[in-house]
T-cell receptor
Framework: GENVEQHPSTLSVQEGDSAVIKCTYSDSASNYFPWYKQELGKGPQLIIDIRSNVGEKKDQRIAVTLNKTAKHFSLHITETQPEDSAVYFCAVQGGATNKLIFGSGTLLAVQP | GAGVSQTPSNKVTEKGKYVELRCDPISGHTALYWYRQSLGQGPEFLIYFQGTGAADDSGLPNDRFFAVRPEGSVSTLKIQRTERGDSAVYLC????????????FGPGTRLTVL
């Protein structure tokens, strides 16, 4: 089955710096790649997603890039702010089902 | 509009007991998903429904776990003979049902089995 690996597990940056989180997956049939932000005690919230027919997508300070050949995708957050501090999860949706397979998460801490 | 709601927010039970967890999806969403999240881990898929039927139940860990969605809206996750290893946050999500539609998550139910 699909396997998703996420790195790093923790990331600390200074306010205003950029943060990059990377995920790799194993199933070449996977075609949908969302990123979720989870704050303490809350459910995951979608922040950006990308489909397999697109290589890059940007929404204000957040961008995602996808390399289907290498089977990896990355989340980029620019001009980080303290309110960006949370756990971020990548996820992958395969070809035959709507279920999401999640990475293990990255705890992002933005130091003011 | 209202998001996905889950009740109860917390549930403490004893080993061997039966529990039911409820999920109210966003109105009009035909797909409903259950995930389980252990401490420090990403959500793990359990089951999802398209309408009233289970479209994929490949994530249910064993036959102690069962879920229903009799009218295509509210869903109940049922766990029989609970074990300490069942302790986790149980998350529910809903979507419009298409292949790449966003899954919107509820706040979860924290289950603790003593």
């Amino acid at each position: 089955g699909e396997n998703v690996e996420q790195h790093p597990s923790t990331l600390s940056v200074q306010e205003g710096d950029s943060a990059v989180i990377k995920c790799t997956y194993s199933d070449s049939a996977s075609n949908y790649f969302p990123w979720y932000k989870q704050e303490l005690g809350k459910g995951p919230q979608l922040i950006i997603d990308i489909r397999s027919n697109v290589g890059e997508k940007k929404d204000q300070r957040i961008a995602v890039t996808l390399n289907k050949t290498a089977k990896h995708f990355s989340l980029h957050i620019t001009e980080t702010q303290p309110e960006d501090s949370a756990v971020y999860f990548c996820a992958v949706q395969g070809g035959a089902t709507n279920k999401l397979i999640f990475g293990s998460g990255t705890l992002l801490a933005v130091q003011p | 509009g209202a998001g996905v709601s889950q009740t109860p927010s917390n549930k403490v039970t004893e080993k061997g007991k039966y529990v039911e967890l409820r999920c109210d999806p966003i109105s009009g969403h035909t797909a409903l998903y259950w995930y389980r999240q252990s401490l420090g881990q990403g959500p793990e898929f359990l089951i999802y429904f398209q309408g009233t039927g289970a479209a994929d139940d490949s994530g249910l860990p064993n036959d102690r776990f069962f879920a229903v969605r009799p009218e295509g809206s509210v869903s109940t996750l049922k766990i029989q003979r609970t074990e300490r290893g069942d302790s986790a946050v149980y998350l529910c999500a809903s979507s419009l049902g298409g292949r790449w539609d966003t899954q919107y998550f509820g706040p979860g139910t924290r289950l603790t089995v003593l």
